[in-house]
């Protein structure tokens, strides 16, 4: 089927094609709520796959340790200028290869190995790399992790401040990949004043909500701001740093020469690319429906007596709670699947089951809200997510089977950006 959207590529290697062609229809006929996940538009898709791939452009824009620039340069300058004017930042650096590699710059830029680090627990929301235990970051730092309260599954910003004065630590990281509310970064940059420490806001999860005015931004609170490019941004996989003039020289020097080599020119442009479609009045109303979508689907859901971490959302994400049902979070994660909901098993706040096998799913809305679902769609969405927990319950997979072929049906009528029509 794709042999005419990837000729060449059918030519030289039908295998790796039929992969691809197989992707797309799965891409097209599934409903897709993994929170970090999106469509991007074909624009991106196209600057994503040109020749700037063949380009080596080790330095920055000006300062290369390479010739034949004249073009790269340019493409990078308008990424960065783009940044910049979106994110309202003194400086922005677009070359990191991807979150992770871009929060270890931000180690190396402003830490030494030993010292300590501040972040939300990965099992409260945070991320592998704001100092958790099995990553690099908390194995070479010493991390310490706050988390959310029992009770509200909310933050308690005076016990984060009780214990960044105890632990001072050189970086405190505030954001996470499991949060579904609210981000005071006003309060974490005050705590982090008094504590002597480097504010990090990593805002991977949420810069296209916060580029669409639908989340505050943490510009003028925090020190850098750290974000992929392919989650709510809607860009090619990537990231960026960005921060305040004074922080410039360290973050570009800890990027580049300090941990990586040359910058994949053809993701840049891709950034430069999402980044102009984010600036579009059409983006602000994609980031404020991505909420709206959230919103309505976390109270069809609660109507349906779904159990919510923090009783409901503030962004894009919502955090089931399955403790309460017959069907832990793994199982009905890979129910939903065979139903063609595509989502992703998560731990909840105080799991009491492991990582590999937590109570929790995680849901979010920027890839629905891409394809054009709105608000009235969520009480449906909210059912099929019931119906495939009730059948994983039950075992019943003919009752799954239907339930893929009512997605299917009604994602037909609703296009993704990026993928051929069928
Ligand atoms: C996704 C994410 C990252 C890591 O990004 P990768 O591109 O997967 O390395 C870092 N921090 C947060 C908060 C994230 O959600």
């Not at 070479?140 to 630590?169: K, M, S």
């Not at 979070?329 to 909840?348: F, H, P």
């Not at 608000?375 to 059912?383: I, S």
Request: with cysteine.
């Amino acid at each position: 089927m794709s042999a005419s959207r990837h000729p060449a590529l059918s030519a030289t290697d039908p295998e790796l094609a039929s992969f691809v062609a197989a992707e797309e229809t799965l891409q097209a006929e599934t409903l897709r709520l993994i929170p970090s996940e999106n469509y991007v538009s074909a624009a991106v898709l196209e600057a994503s796959g040109t020749v700037l791939q063949n380009k080596y452009s080790e330095g920055y824009p000006g300062r290369r340790y390479y010739e034949g620039q004249q073009n790269i340069d340019r493409v990078e300058a308008l990424a960065v200028e783009r940044a910049k004017g979106l994110f309202g930042v003194d400086h922005a650096n677009v070359q990191p290869y991807s979150g992770s590699p871009a929060n270890l710059a931000v180690y190396l830029a402003f830490a030494k190995p030993g010292d300590t680090v501040m972040g939300m627990a990965l099992p409260m929301g945070g991320h592998l790399t704001h100092g958790w235990g099995v990553s690099a970051t908390g194995s070479w730092f010493r991390g310490v992790q706050y988390g959310v309260q029992p009770g509200t599954g909310l933050i308690d910003y005076d016990a984060v401040r009780d214990q960044a004065l105890a632990e001072r630590p050189k970086i405190i990281f505030c954001g996470g990949t499991a949060l579904p509310r609210t981000i005071d970064f006003a309060a974490f940059a005050s705590i982090a004043e008094e504590a002597g420490s480097v504010l990090v806001a990593d805002v991977a999860h949420i810069a296209g909500l916060i580029a669409g005015g639908a989340h505050p931004s943490p510009a003028g609170h925090v020190d850098v701001i750290s974000t992929t490019t392919h989650k709510t941004l809607r860009g090619p996989r990537g990231a960026m740093l960005m921060c305040r003039e004074e922080h410039a020289k360290a973050i570009d020097k800890a990027v580049f020469p300090g941990l990586q080599g040359g910058p994949h020119n053809q993701t840049t442009a891709g950034i430069a690319v999402a980044l102009h479609e984010a600036a579009q009045p059409a983006f602000v109303s994609y980031a404020h429906a991505v909420v709206a979508n959230a919103k309505a689907l976390a109270q069809a859901l609660l109507e349906r007596g779904f159990d919510l971490v923090s009783g409901g959302t503030d962004n894009h994400l919502i955090l089931i709670d399955l403790t309460g049902k017959d069907v832990p979070g793994k199982v009905a994660a890979k129910a939903l699947d065979r139903a063609g909901i595509v989502v992703n098993y998560n731990t909840v706040p105080f799991d009491t089951r492991k990582p590999f096998d937590p109570s929790g799913i995680r849901i979010g809305t920027p890839s629905l809200t891409s394809r054009g679902l709105g608000v009235d769609h969520m009480p449906r969405v909210a059912d099929w997510i019931a119906r495939a927990v009730d059948a994983a319950a039950k075992g019943d997979e003919q009752a799954l089977s239907v339930i893929r072929a009512e997605v299917a049906d009604i994602m037909a009528a609703f296009p993704a950006p990026g993928l051929p029509l069928s």
